[in-house]
């Protein structure tokens, strides 16, 4: 089998790849860096494109947080959300080389993950706020969501970051298992 996940270089692959992340993860994923992108970079602010981009992406969270309950295993809340002392053995042991790999997500990637979630909610529910006319003008409510989405590129940028650097340390291409939802047993 052709294994394009390892680097994208084509090479036969000699292990075994599983599925890891199921479509309902991968819309999600996907969908919400569209959103991101369209209302970070390209839409105007308080349009109505702007508007319902938000609205799609509080949908997407919605679901997302229900498949965290009921999903299939790697997309299961339980199955990444760990406590404190995983998450600093896990961030100590990085410098050294001996960070256990995991197939889903490691500890915190895990917390990354419902941070980014919990960031989505609130961008979007401050700018459905904006929208109301209690809130409308409301300029500390403005400059929430602002901080917010401003929050959400920090945020993104250190997930694919940490993404990169995990793809080159464990010498798996974690985007390209993103999109195919496969990753080496």
Same mark, same amino acid.
């Given at each position: 089998?052709?294994?394009?996940?390892?680097?994208? =270089? %084509?090479?036969? *692959?000699?292990? &075994?790849? /599983? +599925?890891?992340?199921?479509?309902?993860?991968?819309?999600?994923?996907? @969908?919400?860096?569209?959103?991101?992108?369209?209302?970070?970079?390209?839409?105007?602010?308080?349009?109505?494109?702007?508007?319902?981009?938000?609205?799609?992406?509080?949908?997407?969270?919605?679901?997302?947080?229900?498949?965290?309950?009921?999903?299939?295993?790697?997309?299961?809340?339980?199955?990444?959300? =760990? %406590?404190?002392? *995983?998450?600093? &053995?896990? /961030? +100590?042991?990085?410098?050294?080389?001996?960070?256990?790999?995991?197939? @889903?997500?490691?500890?915190?990637?895990?917390?990354?993950?419902?941070?980014?979630?919990?960031?989505?909610?609130?961008?979007?529910?401050?700018?459905?706020?904006?929208?109301?006319?209690?809130?409308?003008?409301?300029?500390?409510?403005?400059?929430?969501?602002?901080?917010?989405?401003?929050?959400?590129?920090?945020?993104?940028?250190?997930?694919?970051?940490?993404?990169?650097?995990?793809?080159?340390?464990?010498?798996?291409?974690?985007?390209?298992?993103?999109?195919?939802?496969?990753?080496?047993?």
């Amino acid at each position: 089998m052709l294994n394009l996940a390892a680097g994208g =270089r %084509g090479v036969i *692959a000699s292990r &075994r790849d /599983v +599925r890891v992340w199921d479509p309902i993860v991968r819309l999600f994923h996907w @969908g919400v860096v569209a959103c991101c992108t369209l209302n970070l970079f390209l839409l105007q602010p308080g349009k109505a494109a702007h508007r319902y981009v938000g609205y799609t992406a509080l949908g997407l969270v919605s679901l997302r947080v229900v498949w965290g309950f009921i999903g299939t295993r790697h997309a299961r809340f339980g199955d990444f959300v =760990r %406590g404190p002392a *995983a998450v600093l &053995r896990y /961030v +100590r042991a990085l410098p050294t080389g001996k960070a256990e790999r995991y197939v @889903g997500h490691n500890p915190a990637a895990g917390w990354i993950m419902v941070l980014l979630m919990a960031l989505l909610a609130a961008v979007g529910l401050s700018g459905w706020l904006t929208t109301l006319d209690v809130f409308w003008g409301n300029r500390l409510l403005e400059e929430t969501h602002e901080f917010l989405g401003n929050a959400i590129i920090v945020m993104a940028g250190l997930h694919a970051s940490a993404a990169l650097f995990e793809s080159w340390h464990l010498k798996e291409n974690l985007i390209w298992s993103m999109i195919t939802g496969r990753k080496r047993a």
